[in-house]
């Protein structure tokens, strides 16, 4: 590991700051192969944290890199990776991969598995990557580490696996590693992996150059720095360092609304009924009944959504994915956390309920699951909390999943009055400050109260429609059906990895099929105000055009924040259109151009 040197944060900003604008991938001493398969993704400048880790990582030095959700941290270790590796790949005396990439989850084993496989392909290199889970049989394990692979991405938890079922010994790691990555390390404790990565860290050699990626500073990620990085070149980039406000990309605007617990149907209704919101849209809820019921409460209007959980199948869940990136449908709603959610409720229930049904809520749930933490949802214009995360970190990881990379977005979050504690700590934790006018979280000003009033009753008459009973029965049938799918699905992508098509995860799952009069909004229940709102929030949307910057030619900082419409109206307002909830926005007037750079 190399040596332990502390780089003051200005340094670093400064650097940041003269280079952006003039330093390309190829200064920064990048293979000309990696440069190409980067042009063929569309990607043709380093984002701030690839500008500053690349090169030291090239250079073999051990890195800590904080960096914002969404600001490109994958690339920012896998490049330099394969480059070091493309120059080893003569040396095949090894017994062990030469580089491990630890993440938290399964879906971020697959998504970081996909990204270097498709760089490997796309530089038509002799590398082989290989994706392991702790589910998989110890003939699985050992037909995958035959060889050896040159990388090895998996969650801590294989690893230990892998020594007990003697398919991985401990002395070839010590031969053979020279890479070491925990990506999204501040998750990894917290997920329960401290005990694996010990159980590891004892053959990692000390000449392995070790690196942590992470969004969020924590404890946990100093923990694992002493676990790791004995002597380490520490970089902390000072776009997140010790300040608060800059957590969140500034190229997401955050909105919120108050409103009471009971009326958050009425008021989501009101969001993507009116298109108030930009496709594609984000719903966060903080347990799995929750997600279906308002799954099943807006396909009674037409509005089709899919979810995604932990209680859903692994292959269901990575199709579900697949296909909401393909753009397949426009809603996605997701419950996080909801492992420790689920447990809560079974700890409530063990007074009542008999020792076995406990065993089962638990047993049904993933351990290494994680439907927001890391996960590169591609193109999700707008977030909403339906239900507000339980910490502030779970805060700026769901919003993270918006305005990545150069993309913008937005976050709306619906607060209700027993959130407001969470809430005010978010604020907070964001760096908001209640003696200066520094609003992180503005009003969100474009849905009138004439305009939710008008759907109330709609609303409230088929929230009652919604009831327990066929929450229960449409997860339970929504589980059998995808338990079915996924073994389908497993057959057949193992001959068509590609094809998206075979299943529709946003079908409706209510018996009766939704009443014709309730999918259109008629006239005479449309409020004129919200009605021009919606107008702008559609011209925003072409202005804005498609997201990906591949086929835009890259032009994504065309777009002027001054020209976006969701920033110069107000529905309360639309005369004093500057004001109010927008107000913020305008004032930090932040041309898109500088987004990516600390402004101090
Ligand atoms: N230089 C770049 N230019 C444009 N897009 C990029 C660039 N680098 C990465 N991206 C894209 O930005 C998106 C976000 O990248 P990535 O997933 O690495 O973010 P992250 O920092 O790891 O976020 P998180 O902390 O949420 O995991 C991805 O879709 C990626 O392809």
């Known amino acids: 590991m190399a040596e332990s040197m502390e780089k003051p944060p200005k340094d670093i900003a400064r650097k940041e700051e003269e280079e952006e604008e003039e330093q390309s991938f190829e200064e920064l001493g990048l293979d000309p192969r990696l440069i190409r398969a980067l042009i063929k993704k569309g990607i043709e400048k380093p984002t701030p944290i690839q500008l500053v880790a690349i090169p030291l990582i090239l250079e073999g030095k051990d890195v800590v890199a904080r960096a914002k959700t969404g600001s490109g941290k994958t690339f920012a270790y896998l490049l330099p990776l394969l480059q070091k590796l493309f120059a080893a790949s003569g040396s095949k005396n090894k017994l062990a991969p030469s580089a491990f990439i630890l993440v938290p989850t399964r879906e971020l084993c697959q998504q970081v598995y996909t990204e270097v496989s498709s760089l490997i392909e796309l530089c038509r290199v002799q590398l082989k990557v290989v994706q392991l889970t702790s589910s998989m049989p110890a003939s699985d394990l050992r037909t995958a580490l035959a060889g050896p692979p040159d990388i090895l991405v998996s969650t801590p938890a294989c690893i230990p696996k892998c020594f007990s079922a003697g398919v991985l010994q401990p002395a070839s790691i010590n031969g053979s590693l020279e890479i070491l990555v925990l990506d999204e390390a501040d998750?990894?404790?917290?997920?329960?992996?401290?005990?694996?990565?010990?159980?590891?860290?004892?053959?990692?050699?000390?000449r392995c150059q070790c690196l942590l990626?992470?969004?969020?500073?924590?404890?946990?990620?100093?923990?694992?720095?002493?676990?790791?990085?004995?002597?380490?070149?520490?970089?902390?980039?000072?776009?997140?360092?010790?300040?608060?406000?800059?957590?969140?990309?500034k190229n997401v605007q955050q909105f919120w609304i108050s409103c009471s617990g009971r009326d958050k149907l009425l008021y989501i209704l009101a969001l993507l009924k009116l298109e108030l919101v930009?496709?594609?849209?984000?719903?966060?809820?903080?347990?799995?009944?929750?997600?279906?019921?308002?799954?099943?409460?807006?396909?009674?209007?037409?509005?089709?959504?899919?979810?995604?959980?932990?209680?859903?199948?692994?292959?269901?869940?990575?199709?579900?994915?697949?296909?909401?990136?393909?753009?397949?449908?426009?809603?996605?709603?997701?419950?996080?956390?909801?492992?420790?959610?689920?447990?809560?409720?079974?700890?409530?229930?063990?007074?009542?309920?008999?020792?076995?049904?406990?065993?089962h809520t638990k047993q049904k749930l993933?351990?290494?699951?994680?439907?927001?933490?890391?996960i590169d949802f591609k193109n999700v214009h707008t977030v909403i909390n339906f239900e507000m995360p339980q910490s502030a970190a779970g805060y700026v990881?769901?919003?993270?999943?918006?305005?990545?990379?150069?993309?913008?977005?937005?976050?709306?979050?619906?607060?209700?009055?027993?959130?407001?504690?969470?809430?005010?700590?978010?604020?907070?934790?964001?760096?908001?400050?209640?003696?200066?006018?520094?609003?992180?979280?503005?009003?969100?000003?474009?849905?009138?109260?004439?305009?939710?009033?008008s759907l109330r009753y709609r609303a409230e008459d088929v929230?009652?429609?919604?009831?327990?009973?066929?929450?229960?029965?449409?997860?339970?049938?929504?589980?059998?059906?995808?338990?079915?799918?996924?073994?389908?699905?497993?057959a057949h992508f193992e001959v068509n990895p590609r094809d998206l098509d075979l299943l529709k995860h946003d079908k409706v799952l209510s018996k009766k099929p939704p009443a014709p009069h309730l999918r259109d909004v008629p006239d005479y229940l449309l409020d004129p105000t919200t009605q021009e709102a919606s107008k702008f929030v559609k011209l925003a949307r072409a202005a804005m055009g498609n997201t990906n910057p591949a086929?835009?030619?890259?032009?994504?900082?065309?777009?002027?924040?001054?020209?976006?419409?969701?920033?110069?109206?107000s529905a309360e307002a639309p005369k004093r259109a500057r004001n109010g909830g927008m107000k913020r926005e305008d004032k930090d007037g932040n041309s898109h151009k500088h987004k990516n750079r600390k402004s101090s």
């Open 366 to 374: 993933d351990s290494e699951f994680g439907v927001v933490r890391g």
């Open 397 to 453: 990881h769901r919003i993270g999943r918006t305005g990545r990379a150069y993309n913008t977005g937005s976050s709306i979050s619906l607060v209700s009055s027993d959130e407001m504690e969470v809430f005010e700590e978010i604020k907070y934790f964001l760096g908001e400050d209640e003696n200066k006018d520094s609003n992180l979280i503005s009003p969100f000003s474009l849905l009138s109260k004439n305009a939710v009033e």
């Open 278 to 359: 930009q496709k594609k849209v984000l719903i966060f809820t903080n347990t799995i009944d929750m997600g279906y019921r308002v799954k099943l409460f807006l396909e009674k209007f037409g509005i089709k959504s899919a979810v995604l959980n932990a209680e859903l199948p692994q292959n269901s869940r990575l199709h579900i994915l697949e296909e909401f990136n393909a753009g397949l449908f426009d809603y996605l709603i997701a419950t996080d956390d909801s492992q420790t959610k689920e447990k809560e409720e079974a700890n409530v229930e063990s007074n009542a309920e008999p020792r076995k049904s406990r065993k």
């Open 213 to 249: 990626m992470s969004a969020t500073s924590s404890g946990d990620v100093e923990k694992l720095k002493k676990l790791i990085l004995h002597n380490a070149f520490i970089l902390t980039l000072p776009e997140v360092g010790d300040i608060k406000d800059e957590v969140i990309p």
């Open 551 to 569: 086929r835009r030619g890259g032009s994504k900082r065309k777009f002027k924040k001054n020209k976006d419409p969701l920033k110069t109206f």
């Open 187 to 206: 998750l990894l404790l917290s997920y329960g992996y401290e005990d694996d990565i010990k159980a590891f860290t004892a053959h990692i050699p000390k």
């Open 463 to 490: 929230a009652k429609s919604v009831t327990k009973v066929a929450v229960r029965e449409s997860r339970a049938q929504d589980l059998r059906n995808e338990i079915l799918n996924s073994e389908k699905l497993k």
